[in-house]
Nanobody, 123 residues
Framework: QVQLVESGGGSVQAGGSLRLSCAVY????????MAWFRQAPGKEREGVAV???????RVADSVRGRFTISQDNAKNTLYLQMNSLEPEDTAMYYC?????????????????WGQGTQVTVSS
């Protein structure tokens, strides 16, 4: 059984930083996509960043230059470093995993999801 567990959310002031973590349990495939999504109240789920098993990454235009996705393979953990946070970044952040190695930020393409971690940025 595959399980994704996020952590690291919290409340920060605008301009601050947070690092989100997503620990992955139970997945044994060698090819995959792992991504971060976010969803604010009343809005659709939005793809933030994706990393493939071969190391390639893609970051959404809205966060490029501020957010970085990375992974520690030894710890089976995905990270999202978020700098220069803005109030508009306030949302529930989810990590997700897909079987196919595809740089997609379409949430419908992902097979496994974590429970989410809340990020709140105040002005």
């Amino acid at each position: 059984q595959v399980q994704l567990v996020e952590s690291g959310g919290g409340s920060v002031q605008a301009g601050g930083s947070l690092r989100l973590s997503c620990a992955v349990y139970g997945y044994t495939g060698s090819t995959y996509s792992m991504a971060w999504f976010r969803q604010a109240p009343g809005k659709e789920r939005e793809g933030v960043a994706v990393r493939l098993s071969d190391g390639r990454t893609r970051v959404a235009d809205s966060v490029r230059g501020r957010f970085t996705i990375s992974q520690d393979n030894a710890k089976n953990t995905l990270y999202l470093q978020m700098n220069s946070l803005e109030p508009e970044d306030t949302a529930m952040y989810y990590c997700a995993k897909a079987w196919n190695g595809d740089l997609t930020l379409n949430p419908n393409k992902y097979n496994y999801w974590g429970q989410g971690t809340q990020v709140t940025v105040s002005s």
